[in-house]
């Protein structure tokens, strides 16, 4: 059984900066790609940015030069920086990775953090 762990998230006030973590556990695995994803209110999930197992990294056009996306690949654990927070950032943050057990690969969740960004 994998499960990824997201920790990080809180209010912040417009111009701030916060860290979010994710930690996938479990045995057998390997990961792929991982990355972040975003589900503000009345939206769909968006893609915020993803990391490669090489270490290629892509964004959001609307993140691009205020967030970071790191990874640590032997700790199992993918980060993302976030700073110049603007209040449309508010939204649900969910880590996402590509599972590899076996020959198959699956695509996992985390459960969500919630990032508020507010005066």
């Known amino acids: 059984q994998v499960q990824l762990v997201e920790s990080g998230g809180g209010l912040v006030q417009p111009g701030g900066s916060l860290r979010l973590s994710c930690e996938a556990s479990?045995?057998?695995?390997?990961?792929?790609?991982m990355g972040w994803y975003r589900q503000a209110p009345g939206k769909q999930r968006e893609l915020v940015a993803t990391?490669?197992?090489?270490?290629?990294?892509n964004y959001a056009d609307s993140v691009k030069g205020r967030f970071t996306i790191s990874r640590d690949n032997a700790k199992n654990t993918v980060l993302l920086q976030m700073d110049s927070l603007k209040p449309e950032d508010t939204a649900v943050y969910y880590c996402?990775?590509?599972?590899?057990?076996?020959?198959?690969?699956?695509?996992?969740w985390g459960q969500g953090t919630q990032v508020t960004v507010s005066s």
């Open positions: 996402n990775a590509g599972v590899i057990i076996g020959p198959f690969e699956y695509p996992y």
């Open positions: 479990g045995r057998g695995f390997r990961l792929n790609t």
């Open positions: 990391v490669t197992s090489s270490g290629t990294t």
